[in-house]
């Protein structure tokens, strides 16, 4: 698949790229992008939730009325479920939420990802470009000229680059990725995803 690049100003080059076909053309496999995204929402979880059940609440022991005769249910201390400021009964406790995929099956959703978005006319290729300085207003006008500033959008570099990260970080709709850094889940989550040139490089080196 060939694709034309685009300059920060929305036009074409005259330039096309070649998206490679084992990356960006493979018959995309749901049930891996299933896998993968659950185990991404599932690692994105702390786990931190936790409760007092009776044994963990701090209350009197004494039995608060006698066993029969009173027409209610029987009650032997305030740290009974029933009671206000008493016990949970079956509450949640910290644990561990993630989930392992395996390497394989990891590059095989990201490749299924690229593809379906490349099928679906979702990747748009852009020229190489950097910022002299952190401007959030210089990074909106090109996704105004790229006419991405009202989808939800991934931008994908080659490499980490502070300048560019914090002129998007206060874009709404719009993310930055890293291309040995891109996920399922970023891929599939997003209207549009765009690519510098030297970044397809990248994903091809991570995913082959």
Do not use: W
Request: with cysteine.
């Amino acid at each position: 698949m060939r694709l034309d690049v685009l300059n920060t100003q929305g036009q074409n080059t005259g330039r096309s790229i070649e998206l490679p076909d084992h990356i960006f053309g493979i018959e995309p496999n749901e049930h891996v992008l299933y896998l993968a995204v659950k185990a991404y929402l599932a690692n994105q979880r702390q786990g931190t939730h936790d409760s007092k059940e009776r044994h963990a609440v701090s209350r009197s022991t004494r039995k608060i009325k006698r066993q029969k005769g009173t027409g209610g249910a029987r009650a032997g201390s305030l740290k009974n479920i029933m009671f206000k400021g008493g016990g949970r009964a079956f509450g949640p406790h910290p644990r561990d939420y993630s989930q392992k995929l395996n390497k394989k099956v990891n590059q095989l959703a990201r490749r299924s990802a690229l593809s379906q978005k490349a099928a679906g006319e979702g990747i748009v290729v852009v020229e190489d470009f950097q910022l002299a300085a952190a401007k959030t207003r210089e990074f909106a006008s090109i996704m105004k000229n790229l006419n991405m500033d009202q989808l939800k959008t991934v931008v994908v570099t080659p490499e980490y680059s502070e300048t560019m990260f914090l002129s998007s970080r206060n874009i709404p709709c719009t993310s930055l990725k890293v291309a040995n850094e891109l996920n399922t889940y970023d891929i599939l989550n997003c209207k549009k995803l765009v690519l510098t040139e030297s970044s397809i490089a990248k994903i091809s080196e991570t995913l082959s």
